[in-house]
């Protein structure tokens, strides 16, 4: 038996030194912003690369308060090398067997030969190639909704909404690629921005770029918004520090008045103002509705912020609501042909995959979002903003 021999051992103790390293830091946000885009680049199809491991190392480790200790995360980087070279090392020697060996004339040393070394580096940049097509951010879509609203005020008659949802700014996302999403949003000229939660992803160091990306955003009446789960097990008080920071209001559990002037804390009479209200995440808080639409007259209009859309079936019917935004299930991230999206991070599964979708009682819109979770690609299931226009019936 043949065992490797010293300079690959180094070799493959190098490499899982070098990819724990870099994937751990790019992992903590220790990168500065500059260079965030490239390490995102690279990170996506090294992490893909080592999911084989990473299936194995859940079953060896445990999470702690929703994140893996670093010892998972050294494991998995030291381990996969040694993994795949131990594949590639195997399909090696049986493709050496099954290549025969025949005599060629003349004739034939002139004529183009593919060698063994030709085949794999082609067959490298392909993948790799195919690999940067997949795994790079797509181009953000602008969905947009017409809602018709009963007693809407005549001033707000095919009001703009711009809704954002999960962004997740994290080891898949950088602040470059958020940045481009807040001018697209810019663009539009919303007169309210509405966001819906997941705005960092995986460390608490995340926190502070992934909220202050918000402070870019232009809109006549200003942004508000609501945290989600993975905001909770980052850091949900510092999220929340930031955001008033940036003088965003949080409306989890809340509620702003709109009129012509803007926003308020206080109603106006039903006519002239519209609720606009933020319940909980269910998953990192508890939603508490008669918190949320206190002081709100029963025939004033409503639009409600949730993060997860499973809120809208929790939500006793006795609460008026006419439009609900949420996000949440990126739309499945992974739609499969003939098939859809075969997971879905929501008690009811498709019914709110994503888009314009209907509770019992009022509209829901589900934003499909901006970033990434789980795995550092979408596929068919491309990233979005959505654009509500509000009408008056």
């Known amino acids: 038996m043949r065992f490797i021999s010293i300079k690959t051992t180094i070799a493959l103790f190098l490499t899982g030194l070098f990819l724990f390293v870099f994937m751990y830091a790019n992992e903590a946000r220790w990168f500065p912003p500059t260079l965030e885009p490239l390490a995102c680049f690279f990170y996506s199809p090294l992490y893909v690369l080592c999911l084989p ?92 909704y017409e809602i018709a609203i009963r007693n809407l005020p005549v001033a707000f008659h095919k009001l703009r909404l711009a809704h954002i949802s999960d962004t997740h700014y994290g080891a898949f996302i950088s602040s470059d690629y958020l940045h481009a999403v807040m001018e697209q949003v810019n663009a539009l000229q919303p007169d309210l921005v509405l966001l819906t939660g997941d705005y960092v992803h995986g460390t608490p160091n995340a926190v502070e770029n992934g909220v202050r990306v918000f402070e870019h955003l232009h809109a006549r009446y200003g942004v508000v918004g609501v945290l989600g789960n993975h905001d909770h097990w980052e850091d949900a008080d510092k999220c929340r520090r930031v955001f008033n920071a940036i003088r965003i209001p949080l409306l989890d559990n809340r509620r702003l008045f709109l009129t012509s002037t803007g926003l308020q804390a206080y109603p106006d009479t039903p006519e002239k103002t519209l609720c606009i209200a933020g319940l909980a995440d269910i ?40 439009l609900m935004c949420c996000g949440h299930t990126h739309g499945g991230q992974v739609s499969l042909p003939f098939i859809g999206a075969p997971f879905v991070p929501c008690a009811y599964g498709q019914k709110y995959l994503g888009g314009l979708c209907h509770s019992d009682h009022y509209p829901v819109i589900v934003s499909r979002g901006v970033g990434m979770w789980g795995l550092p690609f979408r596929f068919r299931v491309p990233p979005e903003i959505g654009l509500i226009t509000l009408l008056k019936t």
């Open 53 to 144: 491991i990473r299936a194995l190392a859940r079953n060896l480790f445990t999470q702690q308060n929703h994140h893996w200790p670093w010892t998972y995360s050294f494991f998995v980087y030291f381990l996969s090398p040694v993994f795949f070279y131990g594949v590639f090392r195997f399909l090696w020697r049986r493709w050496k067997k099954q290549v025969p060996v025949t005599d060629f004339d003349d004739s034939d040393r002139n004529s183009p030969q593919l060698s063994r070394r030709t085949f794999l580096y082609g067959g490298g940049v392909a993948g790799a190639g195919l690999a940067s097509t997949l795994l790079l951010p797509q181009a953000v879509k602008v969905r947009q």
């Open 283 to 322: 998953w990192g808080g508890y939603i508490l509705p008669e918190d949320a639409f206190a002081q709100v007259p029963e025939n004033m209009p409503r639009i409600v912020l949730a993060h997860n859309p499973d809120t809208a079936e929790l939500l006793s019917p006795k609460w008026r609501v006419d």
